[in-house]
């Protein structure tokens, strides 16, 4: 603890004096435990960072597997045109060996 005192001149013990004290507290634990806190309150900006950057990756991900989901669905419904076709051509294709044999037979 440091304490000055000041009165500008002789001191007489009626006359008023201005003291000021200053008192440095210095406590290791309570710093160490505000570094502490402060190490933890930045690793937990940190976690929430990175929680947000894979939350993120994890919306465009989705988009990603949607748009696939969208691709399958057009490709499954151009296949099933292209079946339907072809067992036309097929029936048609039948039909007109059929006709052949009935005019070979006869």
Same mark, same amino acid.
């Given at each position: 603890?440091?304490?000055?005192?000041?009165?500008?001149?002789?001191?007489?013990?009626?006359?008023?004096? /201005?003291? /000021?004290?200053?008192?440095?507290?210095?406590?290791?634990?309570?710093?160490?435990?505000?570094?502490?806190?402060?190490?933890?309150?930045?690793?937990?900006?940190?976690?929430?960072?990175?929680?947000?950057?894979?939350?993120?990756?994890?919306?465009?991900? /989705?988009?990603?597997?949607?748009?696939?989901?969208?691709?399958?669905? /057009?490709?499954?419904?151009?296949?099933?045109?292209?079946?339907?076709?072809?067992?036309?051509?097929?029936?048609?294709?039948?039909?007109?060996?059929?006709?052949?044999?009935?005019?070979?037979?006869?």
């Amino acid at each position: 603890m440091t304490a000055t005192a000041t009165t500008g001149g002789a001191v007489n013990i009626t006359d008023a004096a /201005t003291i /000021t004290s200053t008192v440095d507290i210095v406590n290791p634990g309570v710093d160490a435990a505000t570094d502490a806190a402060n190490e933890a309150a930045q690793a937990a900006s940190d976690a929430t960072d990175a929680a947000l950057a894979a939350a993120d990756a994890a919306d465009l991900a /989705t988009d990603k597997a949607q748009e696939a989901v969208d691709a399958v669905a /057009t490709l499954s419904a151009e296949v099933t045109k292209l079946i339907t076709a072809l067992k036309a051509q097929i029936t048609t294709l039948t039909n007109l060996v059929l006709k052949i044999q009935k005019k070979v037979k006869a």
